[in-house]
């Protein structure tokens, strides 16, 4: 590397610029990362995250990857369904969901910012793209999070699942007849659900001071 | 008249002291207790520590008339060596360590770079001012090395004195953090000035090298400090780990290694305060895991005991030392000292926040600054610090401490006074009063995890990955050390989920019997909403069991009722266990599995018969079902031909029912890798029971009370049978009312032994 290809592709950084909002020297690094987990290749496979060491120790791992090859988070309007392969451009997008706002927002831009952080959880957690999150959705994810407790998790997963099921209907729904069914979790409500959680602070990551050429894969 | 009995005794300890702590006492619990409260107005302007400080001038005054010596309370040793202890360890042992360690970085550069910034700016410029001054005065006289001491001991933000005020007013977690973490952790750079520039005044310059010296000198003593500190913490936590015998003196354990590590601190002049911290934060979480819940009560309330004594002390202390202090005023001196202060802080303040804004993702806003600044209020330990400077090397003592005490009064009365109108003005954001639910812990977690692997993918070792790897280090290696048997396993979750069910169960107790408890959410919505009907199950054959394998299978599931009493018992002593009902509490548990298996005997009973089938219950759904209100709604709705005309049941079935249903311990036990198998089989018997028990009613069994494990008769194809509503609803109110004589006699066992 040298200064001289530094910024190799210059006018398609602009446009990726523009859509994420990352700078030219953050898209540099990124797309070097790109390159080290693709084999400097065009495309991203599924596969191509096995080769991260570490991931392998993460509960959540399946969720995190599916997340990349996830339509809806490539910021198209109405877009469902997963992807094989996905190229630096997709990777970029999924990616700026983790940039930090900028401190001179106006609320009304750190709502947006904010209900987008929203969704990205959210469709982490809808696996099946209906719109809702299902009570077995949500008992999923508890087990994954449990995942490493062995057979005493599965059991309080499904009650720990339940627990918190149960206070979503009711923070959402309040009142229900008995035999009226809650289907799942809507997007208005998982907004109303983290509504003190402060994610527009809490799920960013620094992208600054990043340097991949000094670290392992 | 307990007060004045309290101080009595106190006072023959201290013969010395014994006027003063006689006349404290006395108006510290008239005035205190009665004045402060009887005038509520008073208590919402003024801040407590100003009101104590005021009747410390009152008392000293008092003494002053009276022609008494005033013995020097406010001595060092007494300050350092007991009031200062129980104030920082109840601050380090409470410390919330997720806000602390996400923003150490602001922290430290605060403490540390903050602090240095106002030493040298305040010294150095009064020096500058003493320089200037015409010919008589005495503080031409004034070196430079003594004004840098000076200013290092009346630059140091305070801990009791940040405590006191921003207890009450109540802002948010990220600049509570700030402020107070600063404070705690600026006692190693005082430390270290402080020796330091004591030191150097007497040889008389100062070099390169000895600068040099001083950084290596202070990050021995900080670092040196937190070592010590973490030492006695995890020798704390792992002497926890074996004290399940002894519980009483577990609490014991926590006081005296904590108070070794602040000596040994002090001892080899490192940082006493930063040692205290780390011990108390580093201990915690292993103990807790460890102790009994008494014990964990017990810690909690002496902790805050011990810390709200002294600083009550040392607030009056304060005030009377002022009023008998020597003092040698100098006009100049102390308003430049004033101004001098004030300037500093607020100009450190902006230009660190500059330069952490840089590094931080959340930022810090004008408004956050302006509090921290507003914030930087100096209290006892600068008082002090500045009493143990020796009187022959400093001439200019008594001044010094004149100016000293000047400060703290500003800073105390002024700026505590106002900053609470400042900060309802500014509309400073407030802390957060939402209980933490299981929602939100869920997707804290799950967020950790997400993040940890965004960081993996970008192949940036950041934030995120040290913390995850420092966890896993922790799961697989501490844990397992420090923490006494299965809790070392127990994932956080796991660990608040109980958390949070055993405060349930505690309120319901404490609510007292029969009464419903409104749940938290008023809602009707009930587990049944939530859960996915299920079609009717296809009508199934009862398989025959042949009568050896019953026999095993009986054998089983008695062991393992035997095992889940055992277990039961061990919980009760052991863990968690709401206090007045200690012994009733393990009444009630076994009551409850009682209860438990015969509500799932009455669904079996219905879903086997005519009503479609409700999903089976665990007993978490029944819990959750049972403790979300609308309960008899819920079970008319499920049983509801068969239950309508039963009279209202036993009140006192029903509270048993609805306090053990909250009781987290039966359902880790019934989820335990053995269980699944017993319970399925336990239904097929259950199921095979209520067929029978519908033709007779069987006297109950006296080994196993309200469980009825009979062996299925041997007839084949009686499904679909329907006793006589009358005779399902007799059985249903009979097993509803009446827990079975039976069951009292069960729970005699597990506690003869």
Redesign the interface.
């Known amino acids: 590397m040298g200064a001289l290809n530094s910024l190799p592709d210059e006018p398609q950084y602009v446009g990726l610029a523009e859509k994420t909002g990352f700078s030219f020297e953050q898209i540099g690094i990124l797309h070097k990362r790109f390159k080290q987990l693709s084999n400097n290749g065009e495309t991203l496979r599924r596969e191509d995250f096995n080769t991260i060491p570490d991931l392998l120790c993460n509960p959540i791992r399946s969720e995190i990857i599916e997340a990349f090859f996830d339509r809806r988070n490539f910021r198209q309007t109405d877009a469902v369904g997963t992807v094989h392969e996905i190229g630096f451009g997709e990777f970029l997008l999924v990616m700026s969901h983790f940039r930090p706002p900028s401190i001179r927002l106006d609320d009304e831009q750190k709502e947006v910012i904010r209900t987008e952080k929203l969704r990205f959880l959210f469709n982490m957690h809808d696996t099946d793209n209906d719109g809702t999150i299902t009570l077995e959705e949500y008992r999923h994810v508890v087990e994954e999070l449990l995942s490493r407790s062995g057979a005493l998790g599965k059991e309080t997963a499904k009650g720990i699942a339940d627990a918190a099921m149960l206070e979503v209907a009711s923070i959402s729904m309040g009142h229900m007849e008995p035999d009226e069914f809650y289907e799942g979790i809507t997007f208005e409500h998982f907004n109303k659900l983290l509504k003190e959680f402060e994610v527009e602070s809490r799920m960013n990551i620094r992208f600054m001071n990043m340097d991949t050429t000094t670290l392992c894969k | 008249s307990s007060g004045v009995f309290s101080g009595l005794v106190l006072s023959y300890l201290w013969s010395r002291r014994f006027y003063i702590i006689y006349i404290y006492n006395k108006y510290w619990w008239s005035l205190h207790r009665t004045g402060f409260h009887l005038i509520p107005r008073l208590s919402s302007i003024v801040p407590e520590s100003c009101l104590l400080i005021t009747v410390g001038l009152l008392v000293g005054g008092l003494i002053k008339l009276a022609g008494e010596k005033v013995p020097p309370v406010l001595d060092s040793k007494l300050f350092f060596l007991c009031l200062l202890p129980p104030i920082i360890l109840d601050a380090g042992y409470f410390l919330p360590i997720r806000p602390f360690m996400e923003n150490l970085g602001t922290i430290l550069m605060f403490a540390v770079v903050g602090t240095l910034w106002n030493a040298f700016f305040v010294g150095g410029l009064l020096y500058a001012v003493c320089q200037m001054q015409s010919a008589p005065s005495d503080l031409l006289n004034l070196e430079l090395l003594p004004c840098l001491l000076f200013g290092s001991v009346v630059s140091a933000v305070d801990p009791v004195a940040v405590l006191a005020v921003f207890e009450e007013i109540h802002i948010n977690e990220l600049l509570h953090i700030l402020v107070f973490g600063e404070s705690l952790l600026n006692d190693a750079v005082t430390v270290v000035l402080y020796h330091l520039f004591d030191e150097y005044s007497s040889v008389g310059t100062v070099t390169v090298v000895d600068a040099v010296l001083g950084v290596l000198c202070f990050l021995v003593v900080a670092v040196g400090g937190v070592l010590v500190g973490a030492i006695y913490g995890i020798l704390a936590a792992f002497t926890s780990r074996f004290t399940s015998h002894t519980r009483v003196i577990e609490p014991l354990f926590v006081f005296v290694y904590s108070y070794m590590a602040y000596l040994s601190a002090e001892m080899f002049h490192l940082s006493g305060i930063m040692a205290l911290i780390a011990c108390g934060a580093v201990m915690r979480p292993y103990v807790e895991a460890n102790i009994s819940h008494k014990s964990h009560t017990t810690i909690k309330y002496f902790l805050k005991m011990w810390s709200s004594v002294s600083e009550t002390l040392i607030f009056i202390f304060l005030g009377v030392a002022t009023v008998d202090g020597d003092h040698s005023w100098n006009w100049t001196f102390v308003t430049v000292t004033v101004i001098l202060c004030l300037v500093a802080r607020i100009i450190g303040v902006v230009g660190l926040t500059f330069i952490i804004?840089k590094f931080r993702?959340?930022?810090l806003t004008t408004k956050d600054q302006f509090i921290i600044a507003y914030g930087g209020l100096r209290g006892a330990i600068a008082f002090s610090l500045g009493y143990l400077l020796d009187n022959d090397r400093y001439p200019m003592r008594r001044m010094f401490l004149t100016a000293i005490i000047t400060v703290v009064f500003f800073t105390v009365f002024v700026q505590g006074m106002t900053i609470k109108p400042l900060v309802e003005l500014l509309a400073v954001k407030k802390k957060?009063e939402?209980k933490r639910?299981?929602?939100?812990e869920?997707?804290t977690?799950?967020?950790d995890?997400?993040?940890?692997?965004?960081?993996?993918?970008?192949?940036?070792?950041?934030?995120?990955?040290w913390k995850d790897k420092l966890n896993?280090f922790n799961k697989k290696y501490i844990k397992k050390c420090l923490i006494a048997g299965e809790r070392s396993?127990?994932?956080q979750?796991?660990a608040f989920?109980h958390k949070m069910e055993m405060k349930q169960a505690i309120e319901l107790v404490e609510s007292g019997g029969g009464v419903k408890l409104p749940?938290s959410?008023?809602?009707?919505?009930?587990?049944?909403?939530?859960?996915?009907?299920k079609p009717p199950p296809v009508e199934r054959a009862l398989p025959q069991i042949p009568k050896g394998r019953e026999d095993e299978i009986r054998k089983i599931l008695r062991g393992n009722l035997q095992k889940t009493r055992q277990r039961l018992r061990s919980y009760n002593r052991h863990t968690l266990v709401a206090d007045p009902f200690e012994d009733g509490w393990s009444d009630l548990l076994l009551k409850k599995s009682k209860m438990i298996e015969l509500e799932k005997k009455i669904t079996e009973m219905n879903n086997y018969l005519t009503v479609p089938a409700a999903p089976p219950d665990?007993p978490?759904?029944t819990r959750?079902r049972l403790s979300?209100g609308?309960r008899e709604?819920?079970l008319k709705?499920a049983e509801s031909p068969v239950l309508t005309p039963c009279p209202p049941p036993d009140p006192q079935t029903y509270q048993m029912k609805q306090m053990s249903d909250s009781v987290p311990t039966i359902?880790?036990d019934?989820?335990?890798?053995q269980?699944?198998d017993s319970l399925s089989l336990l239904d097929e018997l259950q199921r095979a029971d209520q067929r029978r028990e519908l033709r007779r009613r069987p006297p109950p069994d006296e080994e196993e009370g309200g469980l009825m494990m009979r062996p299925p008769q041997a007839r084949g194809g009686d499904q679909g049978e329907e006793g006589g509503p009358s005779a399902k609803e007799q059985r249903l109110q009979r097993c509803l009312s009446d827990p079975g004589p039976s069951a009292e006699d069960d729970e005699d066992e597990p506690f003869l032994s």
């Open positions: 804004n993702i959340v930022k957060q939402a639910s299981i929602n939100e869920i997707h977690q799950f967020l995890h997400l993040l940890t692997g965004i960081e993996d993918i970008c192949g940036h070792y950041g934030h995120h990955h896993r396993r127990e994932p979750l796991i989920y749940p959410v008023p809602s009707t919505v009930s587990m049944q909403n939530i859960q996915p009907k665990s978490t759904i959750a979300s609308g709604t819920d709705a359902q880790v019934l989820a335990s890798p269980s699944p």
